[in-house]
């Protein structure tokens, strides 16, 4: 079964405001990457983190890796209609086996 | 430099079918792995092939088993079909193994199962 809880399930914005997404494994990560789904695409990468405690930024994202290496943080800031889609984690086990957040669907309202 | 190529893109299979996915990788990489979609439990891990082998595997039946080639293209079969088969199966190639490096996601192929 699912490892990784992702809440929220889906949210609601207006564009301008921000948004996170949050994910937390009952198990210990090797590490973690975070990929974006547009609706009707496929998964694209966006950021890996592996060191306990990362911080990364790309522009108006913000991403974190916790750490115990169990939970990890995507935030958006002033977000904009681009941003829509679905957003994962991905997280490697000390098995090697990847396990993946059901995702937060990001609907942004003009 | 091409993506990740899946064919077909549709299948629409009868239960107790098998089928065949493709699935061709980013030039020069070596790992091929499999996922399955669907609305309910999301993204779910298959299996990984890197150099011809299966290196890791998750918690499918026997039904669903794969194969990687000498140019790292990869198949995955699903035999004796169920309903529930019907999903979106994705493959994703990567340079190194084991998400050491990111996954580049082909678009997919929808199976229907009816």
Sequence with gaps: GQQVMQIPQYQHVQEGEDFTTYCNSSTTLSNIQWYKQRPGGHPVFLIQLVKSGEVKKQKRLTFQFGEAKKNSSLHITATQTTDVGTY????RRRDDKIIFGKGTRLHILP | KAGVTQTPRYLIKTRGQQ???SCSPISGHRSVSWYQQTPGQGLQFLFEYFSETQ?????FP???SGRQFSNSR??????????????????ASSLGRGMNSPLHFG???RLTVT
Aim: hydrophobic share 35%; glycine share 14%.
């Design chain 2, 19 to 21: 089928v065949t996915l």
């Design chain 1, 88 to 91: 994962f984690c991905a997280g």
């Design chain 2, 107 to 109: 678009n997919g192929t």
């Design chain 2, 55 to 59: 290196r890791n595997k998750g918690n």
């Design chain 2, 74 to 91: 990869s198949e995955m079969n699903v035999s004796t079909l169920e309903l529930g088969d019907s999903a979106l199966y994705l493959c």
């Design chain 2, 62 to 64: 026997g039904r669903f």
